[in-house]
């Protein structure tokens, strides 16, 4: 049920550019105004949660790693895992932004004959996490020859690459069919397992649905209605250059695609997908272990008036005596 409010929302989303753009003919509202409303929406939503985060207090090291920290000259440290310098720090987390590092070292748990509870490796997750997170930053790499001109070399030579097969015409590229795939099983990952399904909810859905909707709009976009890629290059530079225009010949399907876009941007700060900042925020990722080797003092520790045992004696001594109580002087 939650999968299809989740589906139904997304095309409810499809519905109101259908009728926007389709039947009111509100080009410029779907063109312009709403892209700019959400490329607002997200720059100011995401610097407000990392700001946000950024002033958590974090007093203290979290070494919650599972190698050994450095210590004494001997014993040897685990320097990606339990990094005691910046440097180790910016490969640990290097290892974890590009490749999931932490991700790799998922476990299932499972109940075999005994019954006896077995824990083991799971990979599956992993590589369709990396394949979808990889072929969509292609993806973005490769739409800014929309927004450039001249197009930098990087991203033609990005384009050629990840055409290399050449089939057909416009030839196929390898991340389309990578990312359409990724996300399929991403979602069917949720649908199938019945734990997983019991804690999915629409927010892991939704975005789920919303990028599959991105990619097979795009999609269609390239491959079937041939859109007229020289309009979308005319109206993306006009949004980047402050000087908007809604060239003629775009499509609704071209609308579909950017009002989509359009959501995911203004959706993504009140989302789980904030991750994407939110991972470098993480104490038991973007801090040294060198407690060994540095004392931390907690900043908060202020000079507290403190009454030592000595004077609650000195002040109470006489009333102690009356009751009879042990004193440690007598006066
Ligand atoms: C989150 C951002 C976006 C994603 C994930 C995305 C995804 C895709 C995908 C998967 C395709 C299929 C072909 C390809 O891979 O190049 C595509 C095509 C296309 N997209 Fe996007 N897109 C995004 C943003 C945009 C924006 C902002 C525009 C506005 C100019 C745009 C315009 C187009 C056009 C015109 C095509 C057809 C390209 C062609 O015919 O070669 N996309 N998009």
Not at 42 to 53: C, E, P, Q, S, T
Not at 152 to 170: K, N, R, W
């Amino acid at each position: 049920m939650r999968a299809l409010y989740s589906l139904l929302a997304y095309a409810f989303l499809v519905l109101l550019v259908l009728l926007g753009v389709g039947v009111a003919g509100l080009d410029y509202l779907f063109g312009v105004i709403i892209p700019y409303a959400a490329i607002a929406i997200f720059l100011a939503g995401f610097v407000y949660r990392i700001l946000k985060w950024a002033k958590s207090p974090v007093p203290f090291r979290i070494p919650t790693t599972c190698g050994q920290q450095k210590s004494l000259d001997w014993i040897k440290s685990s320097k990606l895992e339990s990094p005691h310098s910046s440097l180790g720090v910016i490969g640990r987390m290097a290892l974890e932004v590009l490749f999931f590092r932490s991700l790799f070292r998922n476990t299932k748990t499972s109940l075999k004959d005994g019954p006896k509870l077995v824990y083991g490796p799971t990979k599956w997750l992993w590589i369709g996490s990396l394949a979808f997170h990889w072929s969509f930053l292609i993806i973005l790499i490769r739409h800014l020859r929309f927004f450039t001109e001249p197009v930098p070399y990087v991203i033609t030579l990005a384009e050629h690459l990840d055409g290399f097969f050449q089939v057909g015409l416009p030839i196929v590229l390898l991340t389309d069919l990578i990312i359409v795939a990724a996300l399929t099983f991403l979602v069917l990952r949720r649908l199938y397992d019945a734990k997983l399904r019991y804690i999915s909810l629409p927010a892991d859905y939704f975005p789920l649905f919303m990028i599959l909707g991105i990619a097979i709009s795009g999609i269609l976009l390239r491959y079937f209605t041939k859109t007229d890629i020289v309009a979308a290059k005319q109206l993306a530079i006009g949004i980047v250059t402050f000087s908007p225009i809604v060239p003629e010949g775009l499509g609704v399907m071209f609308f579909i695609h950017l009002f989509s876009v359009s959501v995911l941007f203004a959706y993504f700060p009140i989302s789980k997908l904030m991750h994407m900042g939110g991972v470098f925020l993480s104490p038991t990722r973007n801090l040294a272990n060198n407690n060994r080797m540095k004392r931390h003092v907690n900043p908060w520790d202020y000079p507290v008036k403190l009454h030592t045992y000595e004077e609650y004696e000195d002040e109470f001594r006489d009333v102690m005596k009356a009751a009879d109580l042990p004193l440690e002087k007598d006066s």
